[in-house]
Nanobody, 121 residues
């Protein structure tokens, strides 16, 4: 069984930094990290950062210049470096990836369970 597990969330003061990690485990033949989303209380889930099909990166306007997404597909990992955090960044952060469990299998989409990031003084 394949699963994604995020880590690195927590409480941080405004202006601080956090690095989120997302690790995939289970029966994995191929891994392709897709991105990070977040959901704040009372709001819809929104895209934070993602990789395009060409391997470039896209960011929500609200995080451009502050957040950096990276990945290591060989290690089944995806990261989100968050700097200059603001109170409005408070949310549950979810990673997203597509995974093939066998060489000839189909790509399936997976989500982590989420990690809480709280930005507060």
């Amino acid at each position: 069984q394949v699963q994604l597990v995020e880590s690195g969330g927590g409480l941080v003061q405004p202006g601080g930094s956090l690095t989120l990690s997302c690790a995939a485990s289970g029966s994995i033949f191929s891994f392709n990290a897709k991105g990070w989303h977040r959901q704040a209380p009372g709001k819809q889930r929104e895209l934070v950062a993602a990789f395009t099909s060409m391997g470039n990166t896209n960011y929500a306007d609200s995080v451009k210049g502050r957040f950096t997404i990276s990945r290591d597909n060989a290690k089944n990992m995806v990261y989100l470096q968050m700097n200059s955090l603001k109170s409005e960044d408070t949310a549950v952060y979810y990673c997203n990836a597509e995974i093939r469990s066998t060489r000839w299998g189909l790509w399936d989409d997976y989500w982590g369970q989420g990690t809480q990031v709280t930005v507060s003084s």
